[in-house]
């Protein structure tokens, strides 16, 4: 790198540095910086996994440093409170990786089992994260009261039809 190449890299993070530092940004974009190692790590293996047939394993590990890439550079921005929600998509993480290895690999069917299961638990858990929460407190309990209320009326209504059947 030539001298005239360095200052101007120098010049430029510090101008960037002043910047962030007097929008108070600083503190958050360093302490969401350990993320990119997730990206880096993961992209390494994604470029690996797809640079030779021989090669294909590794983009299991892949996808899972991709898809925590993802969810911890979601939780930075939006706040690490997602993670209540969020935590099933660390199911998802070797999920992704294995389907990753079917699609580039060779399309063998015995890697949809374990993709299919790591999928539908995660999905069941995010589900009930997501939008479960509302059914399981509302929707199944009225469910429950119809029911029983149906149960209730029931008999009474096989009687109603016997005494009119005689």
């Not at 910047?19 to 940004?25: P, S, V």
């Not at 994604?46 to 991709?66: D, Q, T």
């Not at 939008?131 to 209730?152: D, E, Q, R, S």
Request: proline share 4%; hydrophobic share 55%.
């Amino acid at each position: 790198m030539k001298s005239k190449d360095t200052a101007l890299l120098l010049i430029f993070i510090g101008v960037a540095w002043l910047f962030c530092n007097y929008f108070g940004w600083t503190q958050r974009l360093f302490e969401n910086a350990w993320v990119i190692v997730f990206w880096v790590i993961g992209l390494a293996f994604e470029i690996g996994g797809l640079s030779g047939p021989h090669k294909r394993g590794l983009l299991v590990p892949a996808g899972i440093f991709l898809t925590l890439g993802f969810i911890f550079s979601f939780c930075g921005v939006f706040g690490y409170r997602w993670m209540d929600t969020l935590w099933p998509l660390f199911i998802f993480a070797p999920a992704v990786g294995l389907f990753q290895m079917y699609l580039f690999g060779g399309r063998n069917g015995g890697l949809l089992v374990p993709v299919g299961v790591l999928s539908a638990i995660g999905g069941f858990f995010l589900f009930i994260n997501i939008g479960g929460t509302l059914l399981l407190n509302k929707a199944v309990p009225a469910l429950l009261i119809v029911l029983g209320i149906v149960f209730l009326i029931l008999p009474s209504c096989k009687e109603k039809s016997k005494n009119n059947g005689e």
